[in-house]
């Protein structure tokens, strides 16, 4: 049973007929109430809060939510935007640098490791032959 298609007796409109008998209006659904992020906020704000950037999320999370239940879906819409591009950037900053500080150390190290290689030779250099003894 196909569901997708309109339900009614309306018939599709022939050549002959110059008018359909009747008008099938076909519901999109409701809009879907702009997001406010919260949940993300708060786990931003408790956990990956750097730069306070989990906590501009927090508070436009909440002036979103505030605005969606006052009925102003436009402004809702505003502050979850915000609240989710300051969501993405806590998030990417959080996760980012610690990877970054990691790469570091993982470099350092092997630089560090090349270095010591090349000293080590430094002491293996025979400088006199009374040295084997």
Not at 4 to 17: F, I, K, Q, V
Not at 82 to 96: D, E, G, M, R, S
Not at 115 to 131: P, R, T, W
Request: aromatic share 10%; proline share 5%.
């Amino acid at each position: 049973m196909d569901t997708s298609y309109p339900r009614g007796e309306h018939l599709p409109m022939t050549a002959r007929d110059s008018e359909p008998s009747s008008v099938t209006v076909i519901p999109m659904g409701a809009s879907r109430p702009p997001r406010d992020h919260l949940v993300w906020s708060v786990f931003n704000t408790l956990y990956l809060n750097l730069c306070c950037l989990g906590f501009l999320a927090l508070a436009y999370s909440i002036k979103a939510r505030d605005q969606k239940v006052a009925g102003d879906l436009e402004a809702a819409q505003r502050f979850g935007s915000k609240a989710k591009c300051y969501n993405i950037l806590a998030t990417v900053w959080t996760l980012l640098l610690p990877l970054l500080l990691l790469a570091l150390v993982v470099t350092g190290a092997l630089h560090l490791s090349r270095l010591a290689q090349g000293s080590m030779s430094y002491f293996s250099v025979k400088f006199n032959e009374v040295d084997d003894d």
